[in-house]
């Protein structure tokens, strides 16, 4: 049996998820990393993203989509993160309208138009959208064989 460690995820407005786990695949910004049991100590920026969670026993990933954030590796493993939620929970129909919105947005105000905070924003709604998008289209799965 592989070892595990006791993982949390936090957004502003609940414990998203609490459980032992064997394994966390998050997406810092350099890339996707996974973390075990006994992981060397980090702290790194989270992108927005899907998160991969393989609890304890299981052969099979729980896949959420997660919007920025930070993983905290120690004793135990925490994410931080603005949203998540789990594939199976989103709403593909409210994600395609943020997409076209704010798509159509961009579209009508030209970078000189506008202050680069305002299509800042407009590229994060978009990216966070795709992403739920992609993962409750569930291109995102996971399954690992003996």
């Not at 049991?37 to 969670?53: F, Q, V």
């Not at 919007?67 to 939620?85: L, P, W």
């Not at 929970?89 to 000189?112: C, F, G, M, Q, T």
Request: charged fraction near 30%; include cysteine; hydrophobic fraction near 40%.
């Amino acid at each position: 049996m592989a070892n595990s460690v006791l993982l949390e995820v936090i957004t502003p407005s609940k414990l998203f998820y609490m459980g032992e786990i064997e394994m966390v695949i998050a997406r810092p910004l350099s890339g996707y990393e996974g973390f075990l049991a006994n992981h060397s100590w980090a702290c790194k920026l989270l992108d927005t993203g899907k998160l991969m969670i393989k609890e304890k026993g299981d052969k099979d990933f729980k896949i959420a989509a997660i919007s920025g954030g930070f993983i905290d590796i120690k004793d135990q493993f925490v994410v931080y993160t603005d949203a998540a939620e789990w594939a199976e929970e989103i709403d593909i129909d409210r994600s395609k309208s943020v997409l076209e919105a704010n798509e159509h947005w961009l579209k009508e105000h030209p970078p000189e138009e506008d202050t680069d905070t305002n299509i800042l924003q407009a590229k994060l709604a978009i990216s966070k959208a795709m992403n739920r998008m992609k993962i409750a289209g569930g291109e995102e799965r996971i399954n690992l064989r003996d």
